[in-house]
């Protein structure tokens, strides 16, 4: 008889093919390079920014996003709006930097040529410090998102004590080795770049308003308890006009129901009010403006006349922005959202906040510490665009149109938040245009959007509910009227 022999069958349930390894093998390192990339990519968004003070500026120092160019601008976060540096930066790590507060005195002197030399280059040594305290905290933050994900593996595979401990100390080390790459080799020009800086102007340039502006010829307006100073919505365009106006005053559309005059007549204060139609921070505020046939000095020029002014109050940005233009183009076409339009705005809130940190700067060095006020703008469209369907402008548009307002107004927060000064909102909620009782001129009235003299007075109100707030101890620095 026969012997059979029998050979034992592979459980198909126990034995894993040889090409599944490999493939198991092969996604490991793949799996390695991906949390090392995605760790990476999650510290630069976490770690926190390391303050630096320098030059009569706190500026906060991180690095922006990675960049496969092997040189290229860093970030600057002015006033909630992202401007590309005017120097590049070499390696794909560059800088990202963010203004928090600004004094005048220091670079107000490098200005007019008499600041001090070293005071000027301590700015740049300390942007160069506070980045490499961001690369130290950036790479603890970077390791420890690697462990983090790593001990959660090791965990579920319920790897031995030994084992996940090689295997946590494998992760850190590559994750230190890529940011000593990332900072210590590709981004090796940073701080020597940074120590180069010594304003901001080096950054992104001066923006071109030549301040600081010198006070206009004249006697001394001591009398004068408060100022106001900006655009058609301060001077109250389109209402009452001033009893006894002078040539500027009606050049520049100056109404005797502007919030100036409603805050003269509640506070008896002498009170005198710049603001002129068509006004910009370079043409008007900072420099001189054409007012119909008359040219307006420039309104900071005219406010230092009046040395005794404790209240200061400042409306400014939508002709910066070309506001009016903006809307009118809006109405006319059948959508606002597009891409140039969209561009276009972003372009001219750039080029404001340039200009409006001068400004800012330049009320920064009034003498006597003045109660500063930055007046953001109201809704004029609220939830009901009925009234608007003849002039094309539905709900999406007036959408669009309040979207670019609130950038603007975030701007002007900012700004003031940064100068230390305090920024209010008026609400007009419940009266926009299309309300039964309108704080808003509507477009056959001879201001379209601008404030009624109902709208200047809510103005007004806000404007001494804030004054009020900013005289009492610990006061914040930014208020709403609701």
Known sequence: MSSVRITPVADPTTTTPSWRKWAVRAAVPVAGVFLLLASLWLAVRITPLQAVTAAGQTVEVGAASPDFGPSGPAELDLFGQTISTQPDFPGPVRPRLRLTHITANAELQQLLGSGDHNSAGLLGRQLSEGWLRYGLWEGAVSAGIVVVVLSAVTGLRRYSMRRTAVVLLAGAASMSAVNVVG????????PAALRHVHSL???????????PVAPADGPALGAVQAVVIGDSTAAGIGNRPLPQPDALDKACGRSADAFAEQLAAVNDWNVLNLACS??????????????????????IAQLQRAPKAHVIIVSIGADDLHWADLTRFCAASPSCDDRATDAYFQQQTVAFVMDYRDLLTQLAALPGNPTVIVNQYYDPFGPDTSCLAAEGVDAAKAKTLQNRLDQLN?????????????SVQPSFAGHALCSAEPFVQGPKDKAPLHPTAAGELAIALADQQALSVARSPGAATSSSSR
């Open 183 to 190: 900072f210590g080799l590709l981004a090796s020009g940073t």
């Open 201 to 211: 102007s080096d950054l992104v340039g001066s923006g071109g308003t030549g301040y």
């Open 278 to 299: 068509g006004a910009t921070v370079r043409t008007g505020l900072l420099g001189p403006q054409p007012a119909g046939p008359l040219s307006a000095p420039p309104q």
């Open 410 to 422: 975030t701007a002007l927060r900012q700004g003031a938040d940064a100068a230390g000064f305090t």
